[in-house]
């Protein structure tokens, strides 16, 4: 009992910290789509250049956060022969990336259209750099259970990184999506400092034959971060490269880039939904009515990311105020990628199967698998529709890693999921979406949330008589009502 409350203690602080860090980012939408002009591009620069940073970090860190855990808790092993072996590996690796960047930085910046600019892509090569450094430490703190050393440093980076973009661009009235990258090295390169001293407590050993079994074990977990990141950002990255007008690219990515924030919210709800959810699924995966509460689970992620999904489209007059003005003609795009959201939610809830069989490599089957759709949707159909391509190719992609996770899963591993009851709740949530959109159009904005909400209300009413009887809510069936 002592051990599983200090794992939801550890899994609050942990999820807090990154929950509100993310909520924090989010309030700096409305700051750059207000001081960045649409016309100038910058925020599209910002979209295209972060997706980058995002894929490398999955390359250098190279699954070794993962592979610090497994081999850490090995009795045969020692944890800080472990962490420096790793961390040698990882340190390697980002200095050969760092020296082929800036030393190959011209020919670089002219492939991905950004000569005019090449201080960006230097910026962001160290910030990316830095981020790999620190991500070792960040696990090993984590295998230390130091969660308020952990969460203090993330929010460190966070208040820190808010402060200095609200100086810049309100105070000082800067509109350049150069300083962004700036504050971005100057918060990365402070907190890279607060690792220092624990450097040298480490016990530094490189096991070059630990090592080959760490990267053996690694190697799998780095296929499925690639194919996982790929789903996320794919899309920024092919979009300047894809669209025909390569003056108005970053114009229309930074509208796209902008409204996506909007449906980040959903994000934030699977992030939360999984930190609470993951350690119990392992902790019953020995339990004979684990299948049973594994697909309650799954249709109560379904009616929140649904309820909320009506939340986000039914106060799209108030969200709407997040982004600038000139952001919002893309906010079409807001519901779509939102349910290709949903879909990758459905896919992590589905994604249990092989991993509690110890068949991690479906997973990195499945997620190259919607890479390659969303690759071909965005490839295919940027050039004619936009942006529009994009939000599409997110729900193909993930909808195709979530249907294949699905069957084959129903084929190893299967588990009762109540298919009749989710798909009613998907008819229901399209019968309140439809009046929802048209009270958007028709209505001022007072009026149309005040219909919208009363609709999410009679939605959470069917919720309540449907699968919540107050009478049967502090034991909801066994764990949930069927």
Known sequence: MANLKSLAKDTAIYGFSSIVGRFLNYLLVPLYTHYMPKA???YGVSTNVYAYTALILVLLTFGMETTL??????DKYKPD??????????????????????????????????EAHPEYLQMMAIVVALDALQALPFSYLRFLKRPIRFASLKMLFILLNIGLNVLYFVWLGKTSVFYVFFINLACTGFITLFFIPGMFRIQWHFDGALLKQMLGYSWPILVLGIAGILNQVADKIIFPLAYPDEAEANVQLGVYGSCVKIAMIMAMITQAFRYAYEPIVFAKSKDGDKAEYYASAMKYFLIFTLLAFLCVVGWMPILQHVIGEEYREGLGVVPIVMAAEIMMGVY????????????????????????????AVNIIFIPKYGYWACAWGGVAGYGTAMVLSYVIGQIKNP????LKSIALYF??????????????????AWGSVLVNTLI??????????RDLPLSGLPVVGRYFRK
């Open 415 to 418: 588990i009762p999921y109540p």
């Open 456 to 465: 999410i209300l009679l939605f959470v009413a069917y919720v309540i008589w």
């Open 348 to 375: 992590f809830n589905l994604s249990f199967w092989y991993k509690l069989i110890d068949k991690t490599i479906y997973g990195a089957w499945f997620s190259l698998a919607g890479c390659l759709v969303l690759f």
């Open 69 to 74: 855990f497994r081999f850490a808790n090995d």
């Open 427 to 444: 008819l229901l949530t399209a019968v309140c979406y439809v009046p929802m959109v048209y009270t958007n159009q028709l209505l001022p």
């Open 40 to 42: 100038s591009g910058d």
């Open 81 to 114: 022969t472990v962490f420096s072996t790793a961390m040698g590996t990882v340190s390697m690796l980002t200095a050969i990336f760092l020296a082929l960047v800036l030393g190959f930085i011209d020919p670089i910046c002219v492939s991905l259209g950004y």
